[in-house]
């Protein structure tokens, strides 16, 4: 008699199920997040050998692809697991930054902050619900060593192409530019772009 196929839980699920597996699930952070942007345009070195155009994925509803600044090219998701920990089936729409899972593994992992100075915040609170927000706040868009733009809390000001100002929690798809009805919040933005150019000495784009 035949056995019958065990249906695919995929990669994923057969690590967690290794984990559970194991009794150490109380033990194990998973933390679940990808590369930033489908690469649309792929550039001419991808496609060297014989390599064939392929799938690349997409951004959904998001603007623009990889090697972009607009949110199609930078946003990714993220999903922490730990049973005992963090509560599980929330979401949460505040910032994060891929830096910051650094300092916050090292507050997990030895209870201490990183030596090092870092462009990372400690998540641990926000992700265990003791914190309401999280402690990232702002967020700078650079392409390479060139300073694109900023988003602070739920604004974004980006340089690049003109003046272009998102209300980012009512248009996370980029569409409708802001700038000429909030000229305080772009003086505000720009300011501290200026400032983080003169601190890091990023090349700008504007």
């Given at each position: 008699?035949?056995?019958?196929?065990?249906?695919?839980?995929?990669?994923?699920?057969?690590?967690?199920?290794?984990?559970?597996?194991?009794?150490r699930e109380k033990d194990t952070?998973?933390?679940?997040?990808?590369?930033?942007?489908?690469?649309?345009?792929?550039?001419?070195?991808?496609?060297?050998?014989?390599?064939?155009?392929?799938?690349?994925?997409?951004?959904?509803?998001?603007?623009?692809?990889?090697?972009?600044?607009?949110?199609?090219?930078?946003?990714?998701?993220?999903i922490v697991h730990w049973p005992g920990r963090f509560a599980g089936?929330?979401?949460?729409?505040?910032?994060?930054?891929?830096?910051?899972?650094?300092?916050?593994?090292?507050?997990?992992?030895?209870?201490?902050?990183?030596?090092?100075?870092?462009?990372?915040?400690?998540?641990?609170?926000?992700?265990?619900?003791?914190?309401?927000?999280?402690?990232?706040?702002?967020?700078?868009?650079?392409?390479?060593?060139?300073?694109?733009?900023?988003?602070?809390?739920?604004?974004?000001?980006?340089?690049?192409?003109?003046?272009?100002?998102?209300?980012?929690?009512?248009?996370?798809?980029?569409?409708?530019?802001?700038?000429?009805?909030?000229?305080?919040?772009?003086?505000?933005?720009?300011?501290?772009?200026?400032?983080?150019?003169?601190?890091?000495?990023?090349?700008?784009?504007?």
């Open positions: 008699m035949a056995t019958p196929l065990r249906k695919s839980i995929g990669p994923v699920g057969e690590v967690l199920e290794a984990v559970r597996a194991s009794d952070i998973v933390i679940f997040t990808s590369d930033n942007g489908p690469w649309i345009n792929l550039p001419e070195r991808m496609l060297l050998g014989g390599n064939r155009p392929w799938h690349v994925g997409s951004a959904g509803a998001l603007r623009m692809a990889k090697e972009s600044t607009y949110e199609g090219g930078v946003r990714v998701p993220l089936g929330s979401e949460r729409a505040e910032m994060a930054a891929t830096m910051d899972l650094y300092a916050t593994l090292v507050r997990l992992g030895t209870g201490a902050t990183s030596p090092h100075p870092i462009d990372g915040y400690d998540l641990t609170a926000w992700l265990e619900g003791t914190a309401a927000e999280s402690p990232r706040q702002e967020f700078f868009y650079f392409d390479a060593d060139r300073l694109d733009g900023i988003r602070a809390g739920s604004w974004k000001l980006r340089l690049r192409d003109g003046v272009e100002l998102f209300q980012l929690d009512l248009d996370p798809a980029e569409r409708h530019n802001r700038e000429k009805e909030h000229p305080e919040i772009v003086a505000a933005l720009k300011k501290r772009l200026l400032d983080m150019a003169g601190e890091t000495g990023a090349r700008r784009t504007w």
